[in-house]
């Protein structure tokens, strides 16, 4: 009768333990064929438990990707949906930043933060087979991103992310103006619900290709983040983040769950 039972603990730890791995380095996987419009607002809530956990850090929506061409069967094409979310933090906080998202984002999501190929890198499973990572792609940049996986494509998925026409706001144009830009047509328009109620959201501008200094920001609020081709600063409840490490002088202004 030992023998069993000792058979069974070690059943169950075996388990448990594939249980953790799978959570944090299997693709996710599609079930009964949900489409990419079932994962929509799966990923969209997602992505707001993200910038609630955030709290107040430097954080900015990046544009929805759509992925087409995927092989969902061998006879079938389909496409995959993923939200980000960009944190500049002091270059060192990349796994501080990674460790509280972790423990502030929901239980059932079971998310933890492990050394991957030296980096540490958090990974969560948002439930209906939507995976959350997030990671370290520059010195001082994490980016938090929500996959759908492939998935029969159903519907049009980027017209509820991201909105071209929408307002600058008085953030975006005092930025604008500080650096001396023209306001740019099309700013994008990014949201996401917030888990106790209310929409985070983000405001994004390209403001040109001309070489800048983001000095002339300081004034306009409090400095979250100051390097010389980044910098993001805090004006009550918007936080406005100037990137200035691409070929394109780019500027987010965003509005978080506590905002």
Known sequence: ???????????????????????????PTVKEQRTLGEAV?????????LVAALDDAAWAFTPPVVERGCRVTPLADGASLTRGVDVLVPAGGEREVLERVARRLPADWRAGV?????????????GEFVAVDGRAVADGRVRFSVDTGCRPLDTTVVDAHLLPGYPLGSELD???RALGRPAPPGP???????????????????????????AALKPLGAAVVDRPEEYAYRSGSVV??????????RLAASTGCAG
Do not use: F, K, N, Y
């Open 174 to 176: 005092g930025a604008l």
């Open 41 to 49: 607002p799966v990923a969209t809530r997602a992505a707001g438990h």
């Open 1 to 27: 009768m030992r023998w069993l039972v000792a058979a069974t603990v070690a059943w169950a730890v075996l388990l448990a333990g594939l249980t953790w791995w799978s959570v944090r380095h299997d693709p």
């Open 114 to 126: 492990a050394m991957e190929a030296g980096s540490p890198r958090l990974r969560a499973d948002a």
């Open 240 to 249: 406005v983040l100037a990137d200035a490490t691409g070929d394109q002088l």
């Open 188 to 214: 994008e328009h990014l949201v996401a619900p917030c888990p106790a109620g209310g929409v985070a959201r983000t405001v994004r501008v390209a403001a040109g290709a001309e070489p800048v200094s983001l």
